[in-house]
């Protein structure tokens, strides 16, 4: 095994996470000549989210020339939606092309860090000992903690037990029953990839998702060797793709438009469920947009299949030996896959991260994050956070909502050198005034009309997730750094309590 290189004992910039957001973030910061530059990824590579997330089917939703760093278009992607394994190796590749490897330290957990107002300094403890830094990125993703759902028993059940974002190779699936927990996007993707395998499929069903059609093809030779030869053609298939992902916000805005998409999806149930009680258990009781809408040409097929049942009854328990309903019918199974999905809202570094008095993200939070601009948070100085609260989206790619982020960051850091400033953080009324903004783009949207729960409302019911407009108006609001809505942060004798002054 390569030696791991030691921990510098301070650096400029610590980056938590090397997905794409810590790999952009590194790229861009070197780039502007910010060179002192860490990376600590708790995992054994890059990738994050693409790393982890390994399960049979699993591929992006986001078309690539879209899904992919602006900075470093793939000519050579194979699919118009590529597969986890290509995102993956895109992710390497960029990581190794960029150096952003140089300034990687793997196999490192960051376990806390605390703002100190003497030296002005994030001190950090991580699981490969202690560094300070002047500026904290949290880059650690949205999707990155794995939500195991809390059902009675399932600590007893007899056979293995896995999260779809933890998938085990090692567990064969021929010729086993198997159940599975979940029909969100990752499991209308791994269902069918291994509903040929199995003797006997359960897919349990709390609610129906929407499902759209999936206009997925292979990108021809000719076409790859075009955008090599001439990057500017893939740059027009960019915009196009951006340009039309764009018009898709309007549905999540009027909720009106939502209704006449739902017909396309009700045609697409029809096209491919014969059976009709099969199909009546298929449609979905909300609003098209109000969770994730769903793509796949093969989830409703491989629900049809004779080895596959749909399952609705709520689960009152799991037992060793299989899942038992509430209507008192026990179905056995083998092995259990739970595609629960994740916990966006309440990161567990939310409960490690102190800010200039002493308190953590999650007790300023009180379970509905919010950070200005979804990137900077008041009274946690010279923090960042990529794909921080309210920069989800819905209907196009993160990674330009990511680039948005890293711009700011850039700019930030830019006018600090400029200005000898060593610390700062955004006004309260700066963060309060974009916490009201997110929250009148929001109203009369899918997210708050449409009739669900979903994962991008937090414990007090608020969407502290998603951006809820089009990605140009967050880009053109983010990516530029205005001083007038930041704070610069003095330095403070050792214990005594911080001042902020007004820049
Ligand atoms: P998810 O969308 O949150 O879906 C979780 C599923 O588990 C839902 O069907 C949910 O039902 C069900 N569930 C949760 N707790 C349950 C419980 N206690 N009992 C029964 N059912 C339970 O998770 P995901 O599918 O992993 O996807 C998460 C996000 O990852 C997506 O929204 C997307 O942003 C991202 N993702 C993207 C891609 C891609 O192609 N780009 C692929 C996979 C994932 P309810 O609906 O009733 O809550």
Known sequence: MRRMAALPAHVQVAIVGAGFGGIAAAVRLVQAGVRDVVLLERGDEVGGTWRDNRYPGCACDVQSHLYSLSFAPNPDWSRTYSPQPEIQAYARRVADDFGVRERLHLHTTVLGAAWDGATQRWQLRTSRGALTAAVLVLAQGALSEPAMPDIPGLDDFRGPVFHSARWRDDVALEGRRVAVIGTGASAIQFVPAIQPRVAALDVYQRTPPWVMPRHDRAITAVERAIYRRLPVAQRLVRARIYAWRELLALPFQHPRLARLVQHIALAHLRAQVADPALRARLVPDYVIGCKRILLSNDWYPALARPNVQVVNDPIARVRPEGIETRDGTVRPADV????????????????????????????????????????????????????????????????????????????????????????????????????????????????????????????????????????????????????????????????????????
């Not at 991260?353 to 008041?378: C, D, I, K, N, Y």
């Not at 794909?387 to 790619?397: D, E, F, I, Q």
């Open 336 to 503: 259990l896959i739970v595609g629960t999905g994740f916990r966006p809202t309440a990161p567990p570094l939310a409960d490690a991260v102190h800010g200039r008095a002493g308190t953590t993200l999650a007790a300023a939070w009180q379970g509905s994050p919010v950070a200005h601009l979804g990137t900077t948070v008041h009274g946690f100085p010279n923090l960042f956070m990529l794909m921080g609260p309210n920069t989800g989206l819905g209907h196009s790619s993160v990674l330009y909502m990511l680039e948005a982020q890293v711009a700011h960051l850039v700019g930030a850091l830019r006018h600090c050198a400029r200005h000898g400033i060593a610390a700062i953080e955004p006004t309260r009324a700066a963060q309060a005034a974009w916490r009201d903004d997110v929250a009148r783009r929001e109203r009369g949207t899918v997210w708050t009309s449409g009739g669900c729960a979903s994962w991008y409302l937090d414990r007090t019911g608020r969407n502290s997730t998603l951006w809820p407009d089009f990605t140009w108006r967050f880009r053109r609001r983010v990516a530029p750094f205005d001083a007038s809505e930041y704070a610069v942060v003095a330095p403070t004798p050792a214990h005594d309590a911080p001042t902020l002054v007004t820049a």
